[in-house]
């Protein structure tokens, strides 16, 4: 599930490196996936009917994965993607604070030993220590495409908690296409009434642009159903293998390639996060 999910952002690299813009492909892969697990809930006779209460949470949910969809689909447009990734993927430590303030679960030692570690490894993965110590120049390069990726992580951790606590008893594709339909509105609206939408210019961007529809749908459906019965605090760490996938992915078919120390850095981070989270029982 988390390489599927990397490999759906390097095909939005793509699609962005030919003409596509981030509001056409937030609208195509949550349109796409909205329709597809519409048809299979008819196909199996599943009724989409729910209680107001919980149409209400749903749509709640569907507006924190919409922020998270745009704001990491521009940090993967401004800088390397496993970048993106790796910044984004902070989101299980932001999901066991959350899960804290609210009262839900206080962190173990484990996780708060592992929260410096990650950082570390992320500041390494980032190469903020570039230039000679020259902080302000990196961040001019990398700055605006991490705050888009800690944006996203902030949405989805809150979208993941959200999900735990109002939709744990909800069958899984009833949540994907909920969640999937608020993020194809807001984002349809928003595309309509603000910066407009880019078609690919040529064919590889349309298909990259397909691609990602089908991996995105395929993964957060997945996601959906999967998660909730394992846990999402206790598993989400597990989803920290996609920037790892996408280091090998987007090195293959886009020929980003990082420094050994990043490369270094992006493994400190993965491993801390996924200790963190095989100590959460």
């Excluded at 993607?81 to 030692?109: C, D, H, K, N, Y």
């Amino acid at each position: 599930m988390a390489t599927v999910f990397g490999s759906n952002h390097v095909a939005a690299r793509i699609a962005f490196d030919h003409g596509a813009n981030v509001t056409t492909a937030v609208a195509f892969r949550s349109t796409g996936t909205a329709l597809a697990v519409l048809a299979l809930l008819l196909f199996t006779g599943t009724s989409i009917r729910v209680e107001r209460k919980t149409f209400v949470r749903s749509v709640l949910v569907g507006l924190c994965i919409a922020a998270q969809s745009y704001c990491l689909y521009s940090a993967v447009a401004l800088i390397p993607v496993a970048l993106a990734l790796l910044a984004f993927q902070t989101f299980p430590m932001l999901l066991a604070l959350i899960s804290w303030l609210a009262g839900a679960e206080r962190p173990s030692r484990r996780v708060l030993l592992a929260m410096p570690v990650a950082l570390t490894g992320l500041s390494l993965a980032l190469d903020v220590w570039a230039k000679g110590g020259d902080l302000a120049g990196r961040w001019t390069e990398i700055g605006a495409g991490v705050l888009w990726a800690l944006g996203a992580s902030v949405s989805f951790a809150l979208a993941m908690f959200l999900t735990t606590r109002w939709q744990a008893g909800m069958d899984g594709r009833l949540r994907s296409f909920f969640s999937m339909s608020v993020v194809a509105i807001v984002v349809l609206a928003g595309g309509a009434l603000g910066s407009g939408f880019a078609l690919p210019r040529d064919g590889t961007g349309w298909l990259a642009l397909l691609l990602l529809t089908a991996l995105y749908g395929t993964a957060i459906t997945s996601m959906f159903v999967l998660l909730p019965r394992l846990g999402m605090v206790n598993n989400a760490a597990v989803l920290n293998f996609e920037p790892i996938a996408v280091l090998a992915i987007a090195w293959v078919v886009l020929g980003q390639a990082i420094a050994p120390l990043q490369i270094a850095g992006a493994f400190v981070v993965v491993g801390a996060i996924m200790w963190m989270g095989s100590g959460r029982k």
